[in-house]
């Protein structure tokens, strides 16, 4: 079975008896679309992970529709080192406005 270092796991609250998952290698892009059936779905955003690997272990970068979101570090020693993390919050005029904490 061959190794994935980013991995989806979709809950649908009870839909299937089992949670669903897939792997990603080095770069998974998710294009999200919403609307009442395949032929009938419009986009609604882009989510896009990445991983870098380094000397440490490896960083993890979340993307939003081009936005950072969240990154992180995993290192070697299977520790989860929390890098920053990006608060973008939806104005009443639709414009994304970014928080950095």
Known sequence: MKSH???????DHGRY????????????TLE?????S?????????IQIDRESHSEGA????SVDGHE????VVTDKKEYVPERE???TLSSD??????DK
């Open 5 to 11: 270092p980013i991995w989806i796991n979709v809950n």
């Open 17 to 28: 008896k089992t949670s669903k998952s897939f792997g990603g290698g080095n770069l998974l």
């Open 32 to 36: 999200v679309c919403v609307g009442t």
């Open 38 to 46: 395949d032929t009938n779905s419009h986009e609604f955003c882009t």
């Open 59 to 62: 960083t993890f970068r979340l």
């Open 69 to 72: 979101y969240k990154a992180a």
């Open 86 to 88: 990006v608060v973008t």
């Open 94 to 99: 639709g414009q994304l406005t970014r928080l």
